[in-house]
Nanobody
Framework: QVQLVESGGGLVQAGGSLRVSCAAS????????MGWFRQVPGKKREFVAG????????DYADSVKDRFTISRDNAKNTVYLQMNSLKPEDTAVYYC??????????????????WGQGTQVTVSS
């Protein structure tokens, strides 16, 4: 079991940057692939970025590629999402998730066993 707590969300102007973090407790973090998803009211939760157990393999949704960077620090049990060149359409609640069953991340939310409570990111135009 991995408990996840996101932080770092907030309000930023379009074109700005923000970094959200996800702190994990429990022994399984370093054995878990991690993912970031986001959701706006009335829409399905969508994949944003994923990272493998070791951090050597990353994956991004086309909508955020070249603007967002996912990384992890297994010594600190933390995964990060650096978001640059933010757009109003990036406004959402951002969730991190842990997948203990596989070494590389999945784009499918049901593959993930543990989820954080989410952090709101709002990008103003």
């Amino acid at each position: 079991q991995v408990q996840l707590v996101e932080s770092g969300g907030g309000l930023v102007q379009a074109g700005g940057s923000l970094r959200v973090s996800c702190a994990a407790s429990g022994r399984s973090f370093s054995r878990s692939a991690m993912g970031w998803f986001r959701q706006v009211p009335g829409k399905k939760r969508e994949f944003v970025a994923g990272i493998s157990r070791s951090g050597g393999i990353t994956d991004y949704a086309d909508s955020v590629k070249d603007r967002f960077t996912i990384s992890r620090d297994n010594a600190k049990n933390t995964v990060y999402l650096q978001m640059n060149s933010l757009k109003p359409e990036d406004t959402a609640v951002y969730y991190c998730a842990a997948d203990r069953a596989r070494g590389t991340s999945s784009r499918t939310e049901y593959e993930y066993e543990n989820w954080g409570q989410g952090t709101q990111v709002t990008v103003s135009s």
